[in-house]
């Protein structure tokens, strides 16, 4: 087991920065911690890190119990938000800190560091200081930091939150495919979705310092256990409602549309969830199709490779995206919408 | 954006140029009054001859500068004193001045402000003050020798006063709490994030104290440096009140000289070479650290 969370609990005053969180996250997995800022997601992995002193709760890496060991005994690696790189050590020195403390030999620290340094693209850096570098390299150079340590675990803070939008896609890439490489055990904190959902093997979704959900991926978007999650992942219409059961069939009733849903036990929920971009638009007097909703455009926006379109549908909005095929629907066209029973769930 | 595009070269311009030029005149004129005409003339009376009964004579002689040189005792016992005290006292006091900056800058709320005031209030009370307060403390059968002798840790009373290690010991006192806020200056410029960066990769509190808190904060330990220097080559309330006789700081003697003598001529001579010194100590000591550590974090 690569790292195991047991129970932690922490508290600022009266503010619960986590509580009962537990997770158990095996060798070489990539486990992102998301939420909203606040949801104690930064405050868990500053506990593992050792920055963080618990109420509650135990932390094992390797099966070890380091619950009470200092920082700098625990063999975790962590980067930081702001990169936390040492302003007058070169690049070079920065890395070798670490290692010098180990008591490794200076060849061996040139030859871990070079390596290390090619690995990420960064062999020509060696000799300057942070502040001649960019971003984008500032962030490598603070995960090599880490990386040449062999850590346990790796944490790692927002990494791409000061980045521009285009690198930050670049690198979400380049940090999975080195984290395959390395196969280091990974624990990433974000409040990007993208990210999390691009990336992790598993998602775990944290509120309020609770743990809400944990699952892959497509676990996570395609069926949130709650509604936080499946608002806060993605996007999605929420209608309130109630469920009928009729003729063996099951049905959502919103006001006076009525719209076909998976069969089951529904009756104590009061929520009808489905994604934008489930639901397709026809055009046409009479078109076919399941769940048949009458609509009209009330507004659009462009996207680029997409439009997201708000219908009104008999006084309910709808929001519903469709690829740019080059041929938009017109604000004020009257449309149909077709929802599919499977792409709906309640909660 | 062509504002900002064009700041650099208008702040670039402003030497010589601008009208706020007209603003540093009121600055200028009053140094030129009050410190670079009376440095002058010091530098000229410097050259004067001394006739005992008259005052000074006008003259132009190095005769001042070759008793200077040629007593040993105005270099070794004088000269060579006050540039050890001062020395000894300064790098005293910035190592002193380190736990309580690092103290202060960690403390929050209302910690942080009683912190600030008890290090920062000697400054608000006239040096004399503190000295006389210094004495009450530390003459012979005064708090400090009570207390020492009533706990048995000394056999008889300690000499505090009216000597060297007296007059060290109140310039650290007195020159720690401006070392302290130029520290904290620089020591609130350390991201804590760099310190925790170092416990993460396995370096414990002394050695992040060491490699990434102290390098990183030498600029603010110069500065304060420079001014606990200054201040400490120039003492003379301190040596006079406290060392007398025993201890001939060269601000000391030169006022001996200029108004107990009256060999003003003298005095000036002294008063020369003590600023020639001190010149040459601060000098010497940032061109030292700038190789060491100034020109590696480019601080202009």
Known sequence: ?347 | MNQTDASPQRIRKFPGRSPYVLLLLPAIAFLALFYLIPLSWIIRVSFYTHVPGAYMVPAFTAQNYLRLVTDPWYIRNSLWLTLKVALISTLASVVLAYPPALLITRSTGKLRRFLLVSVLAPLLISMVCLIFGWIVMFRGHGLMNQVLLGLHLVREPVQWMYNTFGVTLALIYISIPYVVISLLDSLQRVDPSWEEAARNVGANGWQTFLKITLPLSIPGAVSGSMIALTLNICAFAVPLLLGGEKVPMAGLVAYYQALEVNNLPFGAAISVMLLLASLLVIFVFQKVLHALYLKRMEVS
């Not at chain 1, 990169?83 to 871990?112: D, M, Q, S």
């Not at chain 1, 890439?173 to 196969?183: D, H, N």
């Open chain 1, 1 to 347: 087991m690569g790292l195991s969370i047991h129970q932690i609990g922490k508290r600022y005053g009266n503010v619960v920065a986590c509580a009962d969180v537990s997770l158990d996250v095996q060798d070489g997995e990539f486990i992102s911690l998301l939420g909203p800022s606040g949801c104690g997601k930064t405050t868990i992995l500053r506990a593992i890190a050792g920055f963080v002193t618990l109420d509650a709760g135990r932390i094992f890496v390797n099966d070890l119990d380091i619950t009470h060991l200092p920082p700098n005994k625990r063999n975790v690696g962590l980067v930081f938000q702001n990169y936390a790189l040492w302003p007058h050590l070169t690049v070079f020195e920065n890395l070798a800190f670490g290692l010098k403390i180990r008591g490794t030999r200076p060849p061996a620290i040139r030859e871990i560091i070079l390596g290390t340094l090619t690995l990420l693209g960064l062999r020509d850096l060696e000799t300057r200081y942070p502040r001649e570098l960019s971003g984008g390299q500032q962030q490598r150079v603070a995960l090599a930091r880490c990386l040449v340590l062999k850590p346990a675990i790796l944490l790692l803070d927002e990494p791409l939150s000061n980045l521009d939008r285009k690198l930050r896609n670049q690198m979400r890439i380049e940090l999975k495919k080195l984290q395959r490489r390395v196969g280091v055990t990974t624990l990433y904190v974000t409040h990007d979705q993208e990210e999390a959902l691009s990336m992790s093997d598993r998602i775990v979704v944290l509120d309020h310092g609770h743990v809400v959900q944990v699952g892959s991926p497509e676990h996570i978007y395609e069926s949130p256990q709650n509604p936080f999650v499946a608002d806060f992942i993605g996007n999605v219409n929420m209608l309130d409602g109630q469920a009928v059961q009729r003729d063996g069939k099951s049905y959502f009733r919103v006001g006076d549309l009525e719209i076909e849903i998976p069969p089951g036990n529904v009756a104590a929920k009061s929520r009808l969830f489905f994604r934008p971009e489930r639901v397709a638009i026809l055009r046409g007097r009479s078109p076919e199709g399941f769940n048949l909703i009458p609509g009209q455009v009330l507004f659009r926006v462009y996207l680029g490779a997409a439009f997201r379109y708000e219908i009104d549908a008999g006084g309910i909005v709808i929001t519903a995206d469709s690829t740019n095929t080059g041929s938009p629907i017109q604000v004020g066209e009257k449309v149909f919408l077709e929802i599919k029973p499977e792409d709906c769930f309640l909660l």
